[in-house]
């Protein structure tokens, strides 16, 4: 089974052109696409502050424990996550079935002003990735089957 379609660079610009534009507008310091399963797809900001790779799965994993929570209040579904700090906060927010974007910001900003703004974000990098899927529904791959010590597969030449 795949969870994620097979990304071109020009689904990457337009991923990547999103975070840039959600972090202007709300002033957050980093943005981050990932899989539910806590695997790192994009990025945008200030990325020598922080663990990336351990946010991400931390991240996912603080949401989908809140999803368990939902279902044990017989809520269908609880779409984000916020955790405030004393310096930074994260928003994590529901891309579709498969992702999630990952906000963080100073804790100094309200979370309503990151919400507003990453809501629209999440929908335009939800609409380039089912793009992504429309154009060849077989492509894709399951990150979380990855084996990370023979990428060969994952990474081909681009076709012209």
Not at 14 to 35: F, G, N, P, R, S
Not at 40 to 62: C, E, K, N, V, Y
Not at 119 to 133: D, E, L, M
Request: hydrophobic share 45%; proline share 2%; charged share 20%.
């Amino acid at each position: 089974m795949t969870t994620l379609p097979q990304l071109l660079e020009e689904d990457m610009q337009q991923v990547d052109d999103a975070l840039c534009d959600l972090l202007k507008q709300a002033e957050a310091t980093t943005a981050l696409v990932i899989d539910k399963g806590g695997f790192l797809i994009a990025h945008q900001g200030d990325s020598r502050r922080f663990d990336l790779t351990t946010i991400a799965a931390l991240a996912s994993g603080a949401y989908m424990a809140n999803q368990t929570i939902a279902n044990l209040i017989h809520e269908n579904n609880f779409d984000s996550v916020y955790q405030q700090g004393e310096t930074f906060s994260m928003f994590v927010l529901c891309i579709d079935e498969n992702c999630l974007l990952v906000v963080i910001f100073a804790a100094r900003l309200g979370v309503g002003i990151v919400k507003y703004f990453a809501t629209p974000a999440a929908r335009k990098i939800a609409v380039q990735i089912q793009r992504a899927h429309d154009r060849d529904p077989e492509a894709g791959f399951d990150l979380s089957e990855l084996n990370v010590a023979d990428t060969e597969s994952l990474f081909r030449k681009k076709r012209n």
